[in-house]
Antibody, heavy 116, light 112 residues
Framework: EVQLVGSGGDLVQPGGSLRLSCAAS????????MSWVRQAPGKGLEWVAS????????RYVDSVRGRFTISRDNAKNSLYLQMNSLRVEDTAVYFC?????????WGQGGLVTVSS | DVVMTQSPLSLSVTLGQPATISCKSS???????????LNWFQQRPGQSPRRLIY???TRDSGVPDRFSGSGSGTDFTLKISRVEAEDVGVYYC?????????FGQGTKVEIK
């Protein structure tokens, strides 16, 4: 059974930083692209970033490029999202997702609240 | 960016009746591998999204066969042949043929 267990969500002040983690199991992690998708409170889904199997290619939505960094550690079966210069509008539940074309498996999501 | 436009944005359906959600993309979703990367997701209240359909019409394992996807190019449809109480939630289409990946606004399905 595929499991994606996220951690790291928290309350942070505008301009602050936070690192989200996602522990993957139940599939060969290094065989798949991985993605982050977020959902602001009461709003729809927004793709944030994706990373290639070996980490050699990364893609970002324009609103986070230069502030967020997606990374992975295939030895630890883990996905990360380093978020810097956080803004109030980054407040959302962040989902770890398997894939970048099929988006077949989703984690439970972690809430990031950016507020003073 | 590819704009995904869903309609309607809300749907009130009698149990046992059909429901249809439309999704239109601003560009063709045919990818270089020849596949059309259009996915449908269901998000029940308080839950993570769950994929129902991928590549336009392939239903995920465990998804009831009352759900079906169709379409091509830029016009796509999700149909629920007979709505059940467990189908309440928000449905999203998403394109994965172009960067950035983009979602439709979501269609809220409720029981009348």
């Amino acid at each position: 059974e595929v499991q994606l267990v996220g951690s790291g969500g928290d309350l942070v002040q505008p301009g602050g930083s936070l690192r989200l983690s996602c522990a993957a199991s139940g599939f060969t992690f290094s065989d798949d692209w991985m993605s982050w998708v977020r959902q602001a409170p009461g709003k729809g889904l927004e793709w944030v970033a994706s990373i290639k199997k070996d980490g050699s290619e990364k893609r970002y939505v324009d609103s986070v490029r230069g502030r967020f960094t997606i990374s992975r550690d295939n030895a630890k079966n883990s996905l990360y999202l380093q978020m810097n210069s956080l803004r109030v509008e980054d407040t959302a539940v962040y989902f770890c997702v398997r894939g970048a074309w099929l988006f077949g498996d989703w984690g439970q999501g972690g809430l990031v609240t950016v507020s003073s | 960016d590819v704009v995904m436009t869903q309609s309607p944005l809300s749907l009130s359906v009698t149990l046992g009746q059909p429901a249809t959600i439309s999704c239109k993309s601003s560009q063709s979703l045919v990818y270089s591998d020849g596949n059309t990367h259009l996915n449908w997701f269901q998000q029940r209240p308080g839950q993570s999204p769950r994929r129902l359909i991928y590549k336009v019409s392939t239903r995920d394992s465990g998804v009831p066969d009352r759900f079906s996807g169709s379409g091509s190019g830029t016009d796509f449809t999700l149909k629920i042949s007979r709505v059940e109480a467990e189908d309440v939630g928000v449905y999203y289409c998403m394109q994965a043929a172009h960067w950035p990946r983009t979602f439709g606004q979501g269609t809220k399905v409720e029981i009348k």
